[in-house]
């Protein structure tokens, strides 16, 4: 499909030009060249969308939660219709392959299914008082309008996984979408409006972080920021939204450990290991960073490891294992944060810079890489790197390995891979991580299961799942007091 030469904001159900006039270019990733130009957009267009979600609001709330249901699932439908058209959007504002965009695109979708039908069960609860004559029950409310701001790793599964549940607990949405990834939001946007959604309940603002994202984390009349994205950002939007008590939802960074035992599989756990690390480029929150490996099969593993590695393909094709890292300047500090490792110690075996021959010059290829040696503490060890770059850790025994995967701030994801069921049933309940696996990746969201962290990867708030519907409702308890004598 072919992208739009310039990305408007999708304000009341219009395509509306920032009202400043200017634009920001996005870059392909896959050869550098230009795709388009999005609206830059500031505090005054921040003002007109939720001016447009508040006025919406109402009307959309007092529909039926099933049919709200109702219009998402039509809504799914044409999601599904254009499926194509999506993936080819999303191929091309990443650089990922089009088998990638379309699994993404088909999880999109799924998600999309998934809350349409928690329209027939936003359910709340009977309580039994202990007052005679007193009945009481609980009913879930929206909160009004929902500032939902996304990353572009992987643009419309992030998306989806933010508007389906703002919109079916009966809010209205304003949605900043990543300036990496204008074109998705805007065919989304498109599609609710095919679909009948009422114009205003979803709007779309297009812009930088710092100004646009910025302004709609500031606005008063945003009733609950979600937001997916470094630990840094996410800091700020707690303490900007604590200042008027509004309710924050918070899906930050990761450096997630993957535990090689001594009596692991070895080739599953190469394979696992490979995906989690080198998958999308790296730029998952979830990624396995951190591969700690029992001291007995550490050679082993490691030379697997690196055979494996360098059998990768770069490139944007059906045939690549990875493409390329979403702009330059990620690529840069990646790269600076590889060779600032390199001068502390660290020993890089593989990789540790940008993809400089003739096939990816032009685009922003970090080379798939693999370092040891680096001390736990080191910035390497700490730091997420959003991208292909994973390093390799001693452990003398499973204490040893849990100690390492629990040393970090973070604690996102975690897996380790062992035959023991013993073994595997201890690191889940002591690993510090909302999400583990055994035997797998660090990896695999669905949409009927929660995703968050511990620690500095989130404030506690799970999405996708049920437990998503207690981002964006109230809880409202009512009693009613009858006379039984007056029946």
Not at 30 to 55: E, K, N, P, Y
Not at 75 to 96: H, L, N, P, S
Not at 218 to 235: L, M, N, Y
Not at 363 to 385: C, H, K, W
Request: hydrophobic share 40%; glycine share 10%.
């Amino acid at each position: 499909m072919q992208l739009p030469a310039s990305i408007p904001n999708w304000i009341q159900g219009r395509e509306i030009p920032a009202r400043s006039g200017e634009t920001v270019e996005k870059l392909s990733p896959a050869d550098g060249q230009r795709l388009c130009t999005l609206a830059r957009s500031g505090a005054q267009d921040i003002d007109d969308a939720v001016a447009s979600a508040r006025a919406a609001h109402p009307g959309w709330a007092s529909l039926p939660a099933p049919q709200r249901g109702n219009l998402l699932f039509a809504y799914a439908a044409r999601m599904q219709e254009a499926r194509d058209d999506i993936a080819a959007i999303v191929a091309a504002e990443t650089g990922k392959s089009l088998r990638e965009a379309r699994g993404e695109t088909d999880g999109a979708i799924a998600l999309a299914r998934f809350f349409a039908g928690e329209g027939q069960r936003l359910y709340g609860r009977t309580l039994h008082s202990g007052t005679p004559g007193k009945h009481s029950q609980t009913i879930r409310q929206p909160l009004g309008v929902g500032g939902l701001i996304v990353a572009a790793n992987t643009p419309v599964a992030n998306v989806a996984w933010k508007i389906f549940p703002a919109l079916i607990c009966g809010n209205a949405a304003v949605l900043k979408m990543t300036e990496d990834a204008p074109a998705t939001a805007w065919m989304l946007a498109r599609l609710s409006r095919e679909a009948g959604l009422p114009d205003g309940v979803l709007n779309v603002v297009q812009g930088l972080g710092r100004e646009a994202g910025g302004a709609l984390v500031e606005h008063p009349g945003v009733d609950v920021v979600s937001f997916t994205g470094s630990t840094a950002v996410g800091r700020w939007i707690a303490e900007t939204c604590g200042r008027r008590l509004a309710r924050v939802s918070l899906e930050l960074g990761g450096k997630n450990p993957l535990v090689v035992c001594d009596d692991a599989d070895m080739d599953n756990a190469v394979r696992w290991s490979v995906l989690s690390a080198f998958s999308n480029a790296g730029q998952r929150c979830a990624a396995a960073s951190r591969i700690i490996v029992f001291d007995a099969v550490y050679d082993e593993f490691k030379s697997r490891l690196l055979d494996a590695t360098r059998a990768l393909s770069i490139g944007p094709t059906d045939g690549d294992d990875l493409g390329p890292v979403i702009n330059a300047r990620q690529l840069e500090n990646m790269s600076h944060a590889v060779a600032t490792a390199a001068r502390e110690g660290a020993s890089i075996l593989i990789g540790g810079d940008r993809l400089t021959d003739p096939a990816h010059a032009n685009g922003f290829y970090m080379a798939p890489t693999v370092y040891e040696g680096a001390a736990p503490d080191a910035a390497i060890s700490r730091q997420e790197l959003f991208g292909p770059i994973v390093g390799l850790y001693r452990a003398a025994d499973f204490e040893e390995a849990l100690a390492l995967a629990n040393a970090t701030e973070y604690g996102l994801t975690a897996c380790i891979h062992t035959a023991s069921l013993h073994r595997a049933t201890v690191f889940t309940q002591r690993v510090r991580s909302g999400v583990v696996m055994v035997n797998a990746g660090t990896y695999g969201s669905e949409p009927h299961f929660p995703f968050g962290g511990f620690g500095q990867s989130g404030n506690g708030t799970r999405e996708p799942g049920v437990e998503a519907l207690d981002v964006y409702s109230e809880l409202k308890a009512v009693h009613v007091c009858v006379n039984p004598e007056k029946a």
